[in-house]
């Protein structure tokens, strides 16, 4: 099978850099998947949760918070906001930050908007930790 390049940049670095034979990713108007020779496009993306499989057929999974996707003659770059693999989300801390963008949408007087998309950064995050 044909493969291409990836890279996903966060302002932190590079979380992954390499071969890949696909990449399925959250874009803002729903999930797509990159194949080699895909047609050039640039899209932003949306809190989800990005799938990489190698070369060696392994899968890798990271958290997205958002960002941006560039697909240009096999190379693929992925600019998110935030980027986060299963093993690095501390649940704990993905649990406590659920429970208070929760607390906030319960308050009238919060900003909806915000308070929605940290709940969603939440449970996206417990999700690819399996704690939901």
Request: proline share 2%.
């Amino acid at each position: 099978m044909s493969n291409f390049k990836t890279s996903l940049l966060t302002p932190d670095g590079a979380i992954f850099e390499g071969d890949t034979v696909s990449l399925n990713v959250p874009g803002s108007n729903g999930d797509f998947q990159v194949l080699h020779n895909h047609a050039a496009l640039m899209s932003t993306l949306d809190i989800g949760i990005a799938k990489i499989k190698t070369t060696d057929n392994k899968v890798q999974e990271y958290a997205l918070s958002g960002g941006f996707v560039e697909v240009n003659q096999n190379v693929v770059t992925v600019l998110a906001e935030a980027a986060e693999d299963a093993s690095h989300i501390d649940v704990e801390r993905a649990k406590a930050s659920k429970e208070r963008a929760e607390e906030r949408l319960r308050t009238a007087a919060t900003d909806r908007v915000r308070a929605e998309a940290s709940l969603k950064r939440a449970l996206n995050r417990l999700k690819l930790a399996g704690a939901l």
